[in-house]
């Protein structure tokens, strides 16, 4: 890895944690419980590291390692959708009045 | 070369779609569409790595998954009361999957002769944050869940251990990167990491839950950007910033309605506050039955409902939402104010009466509806103690001095629902309890309400 990409790497992480904050300062404080369970699965992309090592198979351990790694984000990615969804769809406006 | 194209193509289109996942956050009615840009994000993520043409067999992968999903599927389906726990479980999760992938990549590139400083120094960070993030979550969920003891253990030096702990892991990691190949000191690391996790928690009490869990939602995001950096993968960098400024966020809040300074939080040296003033001059309340709460609440024209963690606990939520109904019935204007506070994690309290069907505009932060407490008739305060505490603002010696509060105090007359006279959750005693416009209803909060709803539907069968 050339020092250049270190550097754009650093530059990514900066304006995204400012993108981050700007955007999280927004989200109404209603949906703070959801906002957590949603960023939950959303860091669950760590699945991309995990396939990659569980995939390419070079030892046992990675292999073991890599397949946990891949079975722990899985299930952040699926209980973390589902239950955001599940919270949000309760959020309902005040009803007509019958 | 194409195929590389495609793979950084598919992570810059999931890195958007994660954006504007969060922006849709903003409002309740854009919020689903926000979880659906998030789940397509995800998908094609994972279709842009699958394509890699270093992966050499799905096997593992697709069994991994299938099990992921099993414990998944039901994860999601607790019980709304039982958020907290999950939270605390799916953030374990997420530290593990950066530690597990820390450790595979350090002993690969150990083995083939690949590590440079930069590289170990990333998986060092990595490696602490996620085992760190492992221990302390499941600590916090098993002390959510009651089964580890919920109370702060604390003793003598707790800080300075706990410091040195993680600064000879620092030293540890500095050290490695100059000399890779010490492998001995990776797994020196990773113990201590793992143990500094649990000595975090074990000094943190019940009341102060909401604010670790969101410190340890900073703790996963920042695990996964340090993972970014060992893969060289922005995708990782740019989801693991906005989870880690979405816990640094929802830190600061929580620790500003709680009055406590933010290093005070990062060095995990709070819940000590029960240090409680204990036995004041025996005083009385005055007390009544559901029926006089029900008169009062009939007669009022402006009412504000402040529920605490003990309504949840009594799961009094739909009781509640009865008295909301019959009132609103009525013609009398009824809101809910809500402390950041109240629940067991940010904004847990909106999401239980959510459940219950009470609509999200009549739910009030404390900010707002602070401003119209005065005007208010009858403020009935459910399951609800320190937030509603005067003496947060009257009494420099109380330990919740300065913490904002929800002044019910200010409102013509309080109704308050409590189990017994005994303090709350910071021992604490409360002055609106005795005050002369305070009528206290003892008993369970759901067997109350119940009674309440009762006397306000008879009432209005006789108008």
Same mark, same amino acid.
């Given at each position: 890895?050339?020092?250049?990409d270190l550097w754009s790497m650093a530059f990514v992480f900066l304006l995204a944690t400012f993108v981050g904050l700007q955007v999280i300062q927004n989200v109404s404080r209603l949906l703070h419980t959801p906002l957590m369970s949603l960023t939950n699965a959303i860091s669950a992309i760590a699945v ?51 | ?19 504007l996942s969060l922006r849709w956050m903003s409002d309740p009615k854009t919020a689903r569409r926000g979880v659906a840009a998030g789940v397509g994000g995800m998908a094609l993520a994972i279709a842009g790595t699958l394509l890699h043409p270093e992966i ?65 120094? !990333?998986?060092?960070?990595? @490696?602490?944050? =996620? ?6 979550? #499941?600590?916090? $969920? +098993?002390? &959510? ?74 703790? !996963?995001?920042?695990?996964? @950007?340090?993972? =970014? ?6 995708? #990782?960098?740019? $989801? +693991?910033? &906005? ?93 809910? $104010? ?96 005795? $005050? ?28």
């Amino acid at each position: 890895m050339s020092a250049l990409d270190l550097w754009s790497m650093a530059f990514v992480f900066l304006l995204a944690t400012f993108v981050g904050l700007q955007v999280i300062q927004n989200v109404s404080r209603l949906l703070h419980t959801p906002l957590m369970s949603l960023t939950n699965a959303i860091s669950a992309i760590a699945v991309v590291g995990s396939i990659l090592i569980a995939g390419e198979e070079h030892t046992m351990m990675s292999t073991i390692l890599g397949s946990v790694a891949v079975a722990a984000s899985v299930t952040n990615i699926v209980s973390g959708f589902l239950i955001t969804d599940r919270m949000l769809k309760m959020f309902r406006d005040r009803r007509p009045k019958a | 070369m194409m195929r590389t194209h495609f793979i950084q193509a598919s992570y810059l289109a999931a890195a958007t779609l994660f954006i504007l996942s969060l922006r849709w956050m903003s409002d309740p009615k854009t919020a689903r569409r926000g979880v659906a840009a998030g789940v397509g994000g995800m998908a094609l993520a994972i279709a842009g790595t699958l394509l890699h043409p270093e992966i050499i067999s799905f096997t593992w992968i697709v069994v991994a998954a299938v099990i992921g999903t099993i414990i998944g599927v039901p994860l999601s389906r607790v019980p709304l009361t039982a958020v907290p726990q999950r939270t605390a479980l799916s953030h374990a999760f997420g530290g593990m999957a950066a530690g597990l992938v820390g450790t595979a990549k350090y002993f690969l590139w150990l083995q083939e002769g690949q590590l440079t400083a930069f590289r170990t120094g !990333a998986i060092a960070l990595e @490696v602490i944050l =996620g085992y760190l993030t492992l221990t302390g979550s #499941l600590m916090a $969920a +098993g002390k &959510l869940q009651e089964i580890v003891p919920t109370r702060p253990i604390t003793y003598r030096g707790q800080n300075v251990v706990n410091l040195s702990l993680l600064a000879v892991a620092a030293a540890a990691a500095i050290y490695l990167t100059y000399a890779p190949q010490t492998w001995q000191l990776m797994i020196l690391i990773i113990v201590l990491a793992l143990a500094f996790g649990v000595l975090l928690i074990v000094p943190i009490g019940g009341a102060d839950m909401p604010t670790v869990i969101s410190l340890l939602n900073a703790y !996963a995001g920042l695990s996964a @950007v340090a993972m =970014g950096f060992v893969l060289e993968n922005k995708v #990782l960098i740019v $989801a +693991g910033a &906005l989870d880690g400024s979405s816990g640094l966020i929802l830190s600061i809040i929580m620790c500003r309605a709680m009055n406590r300074s933010f290093t005070n939080v990062l060095f995990g040296a709070f819940g000590q506050v029960q240090t409680a003033s204990g036995a004041g001059e025996a005083r009385v309340a005055k007390s009544g039955t559901p029926r006089d709460a029900a008169d009062l609440l009939g007669n009022a024209g402006s009412v504000v409902i402040v529920p605490g963690y003990g309504m949840a606990v009594a799961q009094a939520q739909h009781r509640v939402r009865e008295i909301y109904d019959q009132l609103t019935r009525r013609g009398v204007d009824v809101k809910f $104010a809500i402390h950041p506070v109240a629940g067991r994690m940010p904004g847990h309290m909106n999401v239980l009466l959510a459940e219950a069907e009470v609509p999200y505009d009549a739910l009030i932060e404390m900010d707002d509806i602070n401003h119209d407490l005065p005007q208010t008739d009858v403020v009935l305060v459910i399951g609800a103690n320190d937030v509603v505490n005067p003496a947060a603002r009257s009494d420099p010696k109380s330990p919740i001095y300065g913490m904002p509060i929800i002044d019910a105090d200010k409102a013509r007359f309080v109704i308050a629902n409590k189990r017994t006279m005994s303090p709350g959750f910071a021992g604490i005693d409360n002055d609106l309890y005795y $005050a002369d416009n305070t009528l206290m209803v003892f008993g369970d909060a759901k067997s109350v309400l119940g009674d309440i709803v009762k006397g306000l539907s008879a009432e209005a069968a006789v108008h």
